[in-house]
């Protein structure tokens, strides 16, 4: 068992809270250690970090001994250390809670390519988090099973992909998706106009043509802002490695988006250049957009 004295103490302090018998409630969060730490010998988190965990999931106006009779234990053991990012966390959230992700995703029909998205759609959401909110796992109550709640987090981002899929195929967000920037040149701004549903039609069939990876690469940077140190610590590989891998997936689409749009219009190759410019240009606020779910 933990220091039962210190788990308190550090349950306590998280709580803002005072307790008459400090003792009882140690030796309660010690046995809470030992049984919530005993699924998880590859988990490596300090026992005052599950005691704040515990506090973190007890309500201001809860009795103390009866709210902690309704948490999980080791449910609240593994995504308290996932949010720390403790050693072995991830590894064993993948193993046993992220591995039934297809399983899940089976009852809305999603592709296979659509699955590795929502996985890695998961993971950025519960592990990174916004700047605002943090890691989403901290918001799990720690009442219900951790692996339904995963479950519902996977089938809305399911949904979400398939709404955003949806509303490209049908062209929608033509007001929100202006492919290319404004230009001061008469002529161009006439030819953008023009021709901004084929850019826009482009680009789309161009992001719709990359593997599962390079889009969900493009979707997390651009959208989601990871940096490409925070893309290589999701993917296990070095900064390089994502860098190279996010520059392969941008140079693929834009290719993609000239070959197509070179199919497509009847200009000048003077002018055909420099629309070109002007997409490569504002390519990356189009991926964002383009990319961002309903």
């Known amino acids: ?53 515990l506090a973190e999931r007890v309500a201001a106006d809860e009795e103390l001994m ?22 072995g966390a991830i ?3 993948d193993a046993s809670i992220l591995s039934r992700v297809p399983a899940y995703l089976a009852r809305v029909g999603s592709s296979p390519s659509a699955v590795d998205e929502v996985k890695q759609t998961l993971r950025v959401k519960l592990f990174v988090g916004s700047d605002e909110s943090g890691p989403r796992i901290r918001q799990y109550s720690g009442r219900g099973a951790l692996d339904s709640w995963v479950c519902a987090a996977a089938i809305r981002a399911a949904r979400d992909l398939q709404r955003a899929d949806a509303r ?28 901004q549903g084929e850019f826009r039609s482009a680009l789309g069939d161009a992001l719709a043509a990359l593997d ?20 290589g610590r999701l993917y296990a590989v070095n900064q390089s490695t994502a860098s190279r891998w996010l520059a392969e997936a941008r140079s693929r689409v834009l290719a993609a988006a000239r070959a197509g749009l070179q199919d497509r219009l009847g200009v000048s190759e003077s002018q055909f250049e420099s629309l070109i410019e002007l997409l490569q240009s504002r390519i990356d606020v189009s991926f964002s957009r383009l990319l961002r779910p309903a």
């Open 1 to 53: 068992m933990g220091d039962a004295a210190a788990l308190a103490r550090a349950f306590l302090a998280h709580c803002g809270r005072t307790t008459d018998d400090a003792h009882a409630l140690g030796v309660t969060l010690a046995q809470k250690l030992e049984r919530a730490a005993h699924p998880w010998p590859q988990v490596i988190l300090p026992p005052e970090d599950f005691a704040r965990a």
């Open 66 to 87: 009866a709210a902690l009779a309704q948490l999980r234990d080791g449910d609240v053991y593994l995504a308290g250390a996932a949010a720390l990012d403790a050693p």
């Open 91 to 93: 590894a064993a959230f």
């Open 168 to 195: 490209r195929r049908d062209g929608g967000g033509d007001d929100e998706l202006d492919v290319l920037a404004a230009s001061d040149d008469p002529e161009l701004e006439v030819l953008r106009a023009r021709y």
């Open 212 to 231: 599962a990876r390079q889009r969900t690469l493009l979707r997390l940077h651009f959208f989601e802002r990871l940096t490409t140190v925070e893309l």
